[in-house]
């Protein structure tokens, strides 16, 4: 059916009365069809700015009942009431964007204003786009790039001041001369990790979607991890132990990644719990969990440490996000650890919990999906 701005020679009625023109025209079901097949909202208005018929999509958007409200009911927003009244009197097509609250949080539309004439007279045919997902996706890219320019610009700033004291005051000050240069070590050691962690992110976003195939026994993944972090633990008066199995624990995944997970928990387990006190990790088969539908392995990372207020804990895998920024930076953190630990486990179609209490330490699990086969999975 092809509609033609002021060439619908149908008179359109609303739901529940004559499904066909007393003319002989397009019957008003056939038009509620036409506007179904449309996958953004759309809403038919009559002269007196009330909705004639509306399909699925605006009733999702707008609620139940839409055809037979007033427009300023269905949405009380200037830009959208203008729009429909001037294409209502002045048989203009015509478009416009607007941000409505919708369950609590914001969405945006584009609006479009198309001129239809029926039998009571002029009518609006009005679209409404989704913009929301991509309005939130412009916004957390201006974020990252805040984000990521105050990150390195702090580091920049230190060394260009630390240039220029030696260049001038401290040029032959032998002793401020070494200390200043072991701070300009720390800063550009900062700055590469924040790219190496930068490029990592990338790399595992991009890799996401792709399911990994290599064979693993998380046993050894585990005691190799440990194995690396021992002199940094051990420099940190932390021991660290390990809990597994005497069977394998085999999976599905990119061992790259996973020690990538595991050497980020633990790195961060040694640096927040207290000296003396240790880091468990400890691993375990479940036959059946819930969240994953079948067996899974789970691997929990538990440190002794200060804890985490439990407001905190819903941020902890967003990018930059610190609980205590100033230590963090201190012990060389970047705010991107967890952010890649949550899209490792992601694309191993895995859980990442975080339990915490103030004083208590904290509890960090990683559930994976495992082979079925084996008392471990080891086919």
Known sequence: MKLEQGNLATPLSGPGQGAESPGGGVPTSELQKFVEAVPMAMVLFGADQRALLANAAATTLFGADVAGRAGSAILRHPNFLDGLESCLANAATGHCRITMIADGAERHLAVHFSCLQTAGGPG???????????????????????NVSHELRTPLTALVGFIETLRGAARDDARAR???????EREAGRMIRLVNDLLSLSRVEASERSRPSERV????LLRGVLAAQNDQAAAAGVTLALQAPEY??????????????FHNLVENAVKYAATGKSVLVRLSRIDREPALRGPAARIEVIDKGAGIDPLHLPRLTERFYRVDPHRSREKGGTGLGLAIVKHIVNRHRGRLRIE???????????????????PGGAG
């Open 356 to 374: 915490s209490e103030p004083g208590k330490g904290s509890r960090f699990i990683v559930i994976l999906p495992i082979e079925r086969n084996g």
């Open 178 to 184: 070494e200390r200043f240069l072991e701070i300009m």
């Open 248 to 261: 394998p624990v085999n999976l599905p995944a990119d061992s790259d990644q996973l020690v990538q997970v």
């Open 217 to 220: 026994d998380l046993r050894v």
């Open 124 to 146: 609006a045919l009005v679209g409404f786009e989704d913009l929301t997902a991509q309005e939130q996706t412009i916004a957390m890219r201006r974020e990252f790039v805040a």
